[in-house]
């Protein structure tokens, strides 16, 4: 039989190693609850500060403007406005560039798109002091489906947009690939540069 001093040694050892187990396991989950905040806190800094190299760096710290972008109704007889956040550019023709591109994306808000799927922007280039030149791959046309309304449609929610946007702005002219064409698809000329047509806009939406 074990002896008093036996089984109160047994006891303490057992308690030691208990504790000792106990004390590692903390000990792991300190650790690992430090590295985790670490890396955590390491994640959430370079998102919000990006290294000046890193790409995320210049989108995440542009601004954004409010900017009006105007799409068709379901007849094609109006055009109808759409509030877009965008970022902010520097120069007047990348910041018109970025609203085109956006306009040729498509609504956000379920209005009829005034682009055909497809269609690609060349270039935005200012002309003068009041004139914006827009120049269209080959896609516009091609993907174009046709007619008065929907030529009519394109080329004004266009040239709305457009000067909606740049007070300065009072002409849009329209190149496929760099040229003049006689018409967009067949009904809409496109040799003359297009003021703004306040007629197309929506009676009860225009203010």
């Not at 379920?110 to 080959?138: H, I, Q, W, Y």
């Amino acid at each position: 039989m074990s002896t008093k001093r036996q089984k109160r040694y047994a006891e303490i050892k057992y308690k030691k190693t208990k504790k000792t187990k106990r004390t590692a396991v903390l000990s792991v989950i300190v650790v690992v609850s430090v590295v985790f905040l670490a890396v955590l806190f390491i994640a959430i800094f370079d998102y919000v500060f990006p290294p000046a190299g890193d790409k995320r760096a210049g989108e995440t710290r542009r601004d954004k403007k409010e900017f009006t972008l105007f799409f068709s109704d379901a007849e094609e007889r109006f055009l109808l406005p759409e509030k877009r956040f965008l970022p902010k550019e520097n120069t007047l023709e990348k910041q018109a560039t970025e609203i085109v591109v956006s306009l040729l994306s498509g609504s956000k808000t379920g209005l009829v798109n005034t682009f055909p799927n497809g269609a690609e922007l060349n270039s935005v280039k200012r002309e003068g002091e009041d004139t914006l030149v827009v120049d269209f791959r080959e896609s516009l046309v091609k993907n174009h489906p046709g007619g008065s309304s929907a030529e009519m449609a394109t080329i004004y929610s266009l040239a709305n947009t457009l000067t909606a946007n740049f007070p300065e702005i009072k002409k849009v002219k329209i190149l496929i690939e760099g040229k003049q064409r006689e018409s967009l698809k067949g009904h809409i000329g496109l040799r003359e540069a297009f003021y703004a047509n306040n007629d197309m806009i929506s009676p009860a939406r225009s203010k």
